[in-house]
């Protein structure tokens, strides 16, 4: 994320917020801020709760405790269609008889909107998703990229003041989802609104969001900065479900996570150097990512190629002998 200050107060707050389905909890007494004009990300594994949470702010489930505020009032009593939150769903939802601009102005036509008034709306919401010369379309003559940008410009046309979207990139090939999350963090500076995003998806979460939280089995393990949490993880299960890393035993007892990129690989003994021998490789062009069996278990390293990936016998190669080591402040103490 571009680390751009979210300045603005909470305008959302669970507060114990629960849901059952008969004896499962969903979601189990999450507690949880997002600050207005914030890009948040609820990032998890399938089932740990994150679209729950999500629909219970859309009004589409009704929590079984605790409260959801918006703006410090209780809204459990307020219909979905009347709080100023819309959902984009990973299907995106659209009408397939319907052209691209009668997708968009679908829910303005609904709200009582003037014809004057909606036609104005969708061609600023064309000209937002750079959708200009494609209003006469229907979805099936669409790319799938350019069918999200319909679906975005339809949750986005009645000016919602929260903007929730659950798994929108999962059905786009790599390069244009990448290329998506970009433009999407440009949508949300330009629009100044409060995006919350689903995702299962580490590498998005870092990308698009403020602030992340990481769910499991309906709680919130820990929340911060994509770079508070991916550096200073809480716990095992955080180190390991964002991004990689080695967990291993500390010296004395308990369990320190370090990243690979922030070991160093030699093929000199140093002092305080960790030994192992290399057992795979791989070349991935600008780096390359080795597996090093150890005392301590095997451990992952990720070096840039051209850096530190030999100490004077040339460059290190699968069965080699080598000595690792990390900064102090890279071995980060685990609770579990």
Known sequence: ???????????????????????????????????????????????CGKTTLMRLLAGFEAPDAGRILLDGQ????????????????QSYALFPHLTVVQNIAFGLRRQGMARAQAAARVDEMLD???????????PDQLSGGQQQRVALARVLAPRPRILLLDEPMAALDRKLREETQLELVALQRRLGLTFLIVTHDQDEAMVVADRLAVMR????????????????????????????????TAP??????????????????????????????????????????TERGPVRATQANGGATSGGSGAIQAGDAVWLTWPPEAAVALAE
């Open 1 to 47: 994320m571009s680390g751009q200050a979210v300045s603005g107060g909470p305008i959302v707050r669970f507060e114990g917020a629960t849901k059952r389905f008969g004896d499962h909890a969903a979601v189990d007494g999450v507690d949880l801020s997002i600050a207005e004009g914030e890009f948040f990300a609820l990032l998890g594994p399938s089932g």
């Open 74 to 89: 209780d809204i459990a009593a307020l219909p979905p269609h009347r709080r100023p939150v819309h959902m984009m769903f």
């Open 128 to 138: 937002l998703v750079r959708l200009e010369g494609l209003g006469g379309r229907r």
């Open 252 to 293: 004395g007892g308990g369990w320190i996570a370090v990243r690979p990129e922030r070991i160093a690989l030699s093929s000199a003994a140093g002092g305080g150097a960790l030994p192992g021998r290399v057992r795979d490789l791989a070349y991935f062009g600008d780096r390359t990512r080795f597996v090093v069996e």
């Open 217 to 248: 089995a309906g709680r919130i393990v820990q929340a911060g900065t994509p770079r508070e949490v991916y550096e200073r993880p809480a716990s095992r299960y955080v180190a390991e479900f964002l991004g990689e890393a080695n967990v291993l």
